[in-house]
T-cell receptor
């Protein structure tokens, strides 16, 4: 029973390139959250998705960032034209469908993005 | 002022000591979470609380809803407990978390 799988674990991109971060939730979970941890800062909420729907994207930067959670396949966090300030650890968490709002969250190991 | 405040920010203890980490919050919550993060590692959920007290092994978490305060206790601390401990609250009806800044714990042998 695999937990939340994130890949890649480490991603290096040059300024201006695109970064794609993938998150496969726990099997049977249909709620996915993305969080960002900037260097020396705490975790911050980015976006909450259910299958094929963005429920809350209040923490997403208005430009260059997008997220999706298709009917089939992993959730994707996409960052276009990366800048050095995007360097951070990006964590995905999932929760089960029946008790999404107050269920213990299962976190992935994160993707550490470095922009050079 | 952050909506979730933790104290202390850094904590050094000797192996075997009893450790307390505190968390205060200023928003209405549906649940409070205690998380553990090892350096360069992932995040593990330790507890989810909406009232009272929970215990798991040497870890105990308590919450006082009226005072908007929670504590995480570690009994008989061990060097492998060295990690960052993060308090987070679920607020609103989406389940998204608001995080404290974390408490970095180092337990020396």
């Amino acid at each position: 029973n695999a937990g939340v799988m994130q890949n890649p674990r480490h991603l290096v991109r040059r300024r201006g390139q695109e970064a794609r971060l993938r998150c496969s939730p726990v099997k049977g979970h249909s709620h996915v959250y993305w969080y960002r941890q900037l260097p020396e800062e705490g975790l911050k909420f980015m976006v909450y998705l259910q299958k094929e729907n963005i429920i809350d994207e209040s923490g997403m930067p208005k430009e260059r960032f997008s997220a999706e959670f298709p009917k089939e396949g992993p959730s994707i966090l996409r960052i276009q034209q990366v800048v050095r300030g995007d360097s951070a650890a990006y964590f995905c968490a999932s929760s089960p469908i029946q008790r999404s709002h107050n269920s213990p969250l299962h976190f992935g190991n994160g993707t550490r993005l470095t922009v050079t | 002022k952050n909506e979730v405040e933790q104290s202390p920010q850094n904590l050094t203890a000797q192996e075997g000591e009893f450790i307390t980490i505190n968390c205060s919050y200023s928003v209405g919550i549906s649940a409070l979470h205690w998380l553990q993060q090892h350096p360069g590692g992932g995040i593990v959920s330790l507890f989810m609380l909406s009232s009272g007290k929970k215990k798991h092994g040497r870890l105990i978490a308590t919450i006082n809803i009226q005072e908007k305060h929670s504590s995480l206790h570690i009994t008989a601390s061990h060097p492998r407990d060295s990690a960052v401990y993060i308090c987070a609250v679920s607020s609103g009806n989406t389940g998204k978390l608001i995080f404290g800044q974390g408490t970095t714990l180092q337990v020396k042998p």
